[in-house]
């Protein structure tokens, strides 16, 4: 068995509510997020909401990188979904938890996609 | 307790490789699928890639849905995440699975962002 995709799941607890109610901030970071895990930005999407927080989508030629934050609760959640074994999504993480430095975070790893190595589609 | 976020991952095996790289298809099943929840799209990235497959994104009021298409595997991953009680993930689940058409799926459901109700952000 193979998975197709990596898929990372991150819940950043008590981050600072100023950082996450900041879109330029919240994009520079998933970018560098991105860039760390040697992925290739294809396309974004990042707004701010009143009267706070800010969600914004990455997509990447290995899939894609999201985040949503709640400033009046100090929690963001951000999601890597990587394919192919040259990007590391793992370095993405690394970087958001470094940017958003959370009191407490929870990072869950998913296989994606699990196939029988040989399996073609049918059709 | 209770969750900011609602995410649905899901899984779906065994669909036709053609709906899995038509990307025209691809986008408007999102849509559609969006549209079932009663999500409000803000913005949208879909790319076709070669030799085969797709990978979308759509940004909405109430946080995100994505798709990445394996056709050479028969395989798709989608995620739905949405926030606030008013939008209904589930229904665009209903959707995608029905234009898309799995022989398997699997759907698994994950509250993001628990908080105990009162809870408010330090600093």
């Not at 193979?2 to 998933?30: Q, W, Y």
């Not at 290739?40 to 990042?46: A, C, P």
Request: glycine residues 8%; contains cysteine.
């Amino acid at each position: 068995m193979k998975a197709l995709g990596k898929h990372l799941l991150l819940e950043l607890n008590d981050c600072d509510p100023k950082l996450l109610n900041d879109i330029s901030f919240i994009k520079e970071t998933m970018l560098v997020a991105a860039k760390a895990a040697g992925a290739t930005v294809l396309g974004e999407s990042f707004h701010q909401f009143s009267p706070q927080g800010v969600s914004g989508v990455l997509i990447i030629a290995e899939s894609h990188l999201t985040i949503h934050t709640w400033p009046e609760h100090g929690y963001a959640g951000a999601d890597i979904f990587t394919c192919g074994t040259r990007v590391k999504p793992e370095k993405a993480a690394e970087v958001i938890i470094e940017k958003l430095k959370p009191v407490t975070h929870a990072l869950i790893k998913l296989d994606r996609g699990m196939i029988n190595k040989n399996q073609k589609a049918k059709g």
